[in-house]
């Protein structure tokens, strides 16, 4: 595992982890004005809480923390294993090539490196199935009870876990009669209402355009049927495609050959699995397929609670054709395992490719290598560290890396609005995201520094860099003060100061404390070089655009990732007009109290932009 992270969620959990252990309270600690915490349920924070509490100084917790997600993908092995002990005609090698499968799949490993939720949120839908009892095995009240139990805390670790909880009833209603149905559904409301009724007491509905998307979640295009069917109708068809793009990425199936293949005998799985099983998988996939679709904002990683039931199926697609082809015995024994081990091997050849590019940098989903170096993160890390106070507050796309390093509250510098990332939805009648309502936002949240840093893909990152550019405009209000060595990373000071006050009483919850980064040598002046770059003007910069592909994590040029329409090279004249200035030494502590009496220390670079 990497001892970093740079996802946004990532840095979400481990904040609201970090709160549940520090603060014993459920908030986003990483947000300027630090509202309880009404979106994501609590029950995978509450396990990072622990570690938290066992190793609590960050950054160099990080490893510790992905230690969570390692440990339950050890636990799904065993589970999926006794999944398969209820498959049919299924030997030791197909039980041990289905587990060997199912781990490695992209699907799953890959998030074994990332804080999210996934990896629980499988394990408790293998629990729930294991729980199920056999067709015509009357459930008694504890089995249901321990369902509703199970399904309940599926919707606490996600909260899309609903549909285990409908696909649940809606199959005890059909196989037992509407008690077992409401049984289950009583004991996952009892379970789920302490977080709605919790929610629904602290939710903050004061909050502002920007700190409102960490609060709720977007609207669904099923709440868009009466009011505009025909935009729901684009949402969904274009979500459907967008799935179907993504179904190759989460299961690995790169070669059109394995594709094949593997789809083959995933549909001989579901025709022949038993009927009241398949019954079951059916329901509950469409439940939560019917979620996903009217979700605005597509992603792969959606699809990742399909994977267990898919490789069951495929699982059982082989033992079947070892049923049907048993008179050929070599014939049968090669329908059974070729499609297991064609997976695998694929698996295995993504390992090694994602293990080659993970020592070259930090990795998204899947495996994917992002188009940032870590080692600009680290220099911004250290400029932050020698010339901001700790209860600065920042902008950026990273807000939560930048928080968990630097302990500085953070914000995203844009209004999230999914229905204007993707041109086939044709939104309209949304809400003023345009930059001057950004600005008011960030004046309101008291933001002083605006990071820029290279953000990849189409869709919501074209409407991000859109939104910084443009802020960036207004010269007159935010100066460079600073740059990475490779020109990647560019931090911004707002020049007009007069809402510190107003903001500086709102900071009730004491920020993480800095720390160094757990692995690696101190960052201090002989780790990282960097300079300061002060801007004496800043033209208003080119805002190009480009097409966008929904739910494409298109990799980008470097010329093409610069939110603030630099190429890098300053190709748009910007470092024509800059005067460097060798930043000064970098204290190898990052705990210099010092730093926290004042609201803003003086350095070279500041007060070579005041001037």
């Not at 050959?257 to 329901?283: H, N």
């Not at 400029?383 to 968990?404: E, K, N, Q, R």
Request: proline residues 8%; glycine residues 8%; hydrophobic residues 50%.
């Amino acid at each position: 595992a990497s001892p970093h992270f740079i996802g946004h969620d990532d840095g979400i959990y481990a904040a609201l982890g970090a709160s549940l252990a520090r603060h014993g309270d459920y908030r986003l600690i990483n947000l300027p004005s630090q509202p309880p915490e009404t979106k994501y349920p609590p029950l995978y924070p509450a396990l990072l809480a622990a570690v938290w509490l066992a190793v609590p100084n960050a950054p160099g917790n990080v490893l510790a923390l992905k230690a969570v997600n390692a440990l339950v993908l050890g636990v799904l092995a065993g589970l999926y294993w006794l999944l398969l002990r209820r498959v049919g005609h299924l030997t030791p090698v197909d039980r041990i090539l289905g587990v060997a499968v199912f781990i490695s799949l992209p699907g799953v490993f890959s998030f074994s490196d990332l804080l999210v939720s996934e990896p629980l949120f499988l394990g408790l839908l293998i629990l729930l199935l294991l729980a199920v009892p056999p067709a015509g095995t009357p459930p008694s009240v504890r089995r249901l009870i321990g369902l509703g139990i199970v399904a309940g805390a599926a919707v606490l670790t996600r909260t899309v876990g609903v549909a285990l909880v409908a696909g649940t009833a809606w199959h005890m209603w059909r196989a037992a009669g509407v008690r077992p149905a409401a049984i289950v559904l009583a004991a996952a409301a009892a379970v789920v209402a302490p977080w709605l009724l919790w929610r629904s007491v602290v939710f903050d509905s004061t909050a502002g355009p920007l700190e409102m998307y960490y609060l709720v979640y977007e609207t669904s295009a099923w709440q868009w049927v009466i009011r505009d069917p025909l935009f729901a109708l684009r949402i969904i068809a274009t979500n459907v495609a967008a799935y179907l793009h993504g179904v190759p990425i989460v299961f690995g199936l790169y070669a059109g050959p394995v594709l094949i293949l593997a789809g083959m005998a995933v549909v001989a799985g579901a025709w022949t699995y038993p009927r009241a099983e398949r019954a079951l998988l059916g329901r509950i996939t469409a439940c939560y397929c019917l979620l996903i679709l009217g979700h605005p904002l597509p992603m792969e990683r959606y699809l990742v609670p399909v994977v267990p039931i898919a490789a069951l199926l495929l699982t059982a697609g082989g033992a079947w054709a070892r049923t049907f082809l048993a008179r050929r015995r070599m014939l049968s024994e090669l329908a059974a395992i070729v499609p297991l081990a064609a997976l695998l091997a694929g698996n295995l050849a993504w390992l090694q490719h994602c293990a080659a590019t993970r020592a070259q940098g930090p990795q998204w989903h899947f495996g994917r290598r992002a188009a940032v170096a870590w080692s600009g993160f680290e220099e911004v890390f250290a400029w932050l560290d020698a010339h901001t106070t700790t209860d600065a507050v920042i902008a950026s796309a990273f807000d939560p890396v930048y928080f968990i390093y630097t302990g500085r509250r953070a914000v995203r510098p844009w209004v999230h609005q999914p229905e204007r990332y993707g041109p086939a939805y044709e939104a309209g009648g949304l809400p003023d995201s345009s930059a001057p309502v950004v600005a008011a936002a960030l004046d309101a949240l008291g933001v002083e520094y605006l990071i820029v840093d290279p953000m990849e893909g189409s869709g919501e990152g074209e409407h991000a860099r859109n939104t910084i550019r443009a802020l960036l405009t207004d010269s007159s209000r935010w100066v460079l003060v600073f740059e990475t060595s490779n020109r990647a990373h560019r931090v911004y000071r707002k020049v007009s100061r007069e809402h510190s006050a107003h903001t500086a009483g709102r900071n009730h919850f004491v920020p993480l404390p800095p720390a160094r980064v757990g692995a690696g040598p101190a960052r201090g002046a002989s780790a990282v070089q960097a300079r300061v770059r002060v801007a004496a003007h800043i033209p208003a910069p080119n805002s190009t655009s480009s097409g966008m592909v929904l739910a494409r994590g298109g990799r980008r040029r470097s010329s093409e990732l610069q939110a603030d329409g630099s190429d890098g090279r300053h190709a748009n004249g910007v470092g024509s007009a800059r005067a460097a200035v060798a930043a000064s030494a970098i204290p190898a502590s990052r705990a210099d109290p010092a730093r926290s009496s004042p609201r803003h220390k003086r350095t070279p670079a500041t007060t070579a932009a005041e001037m």
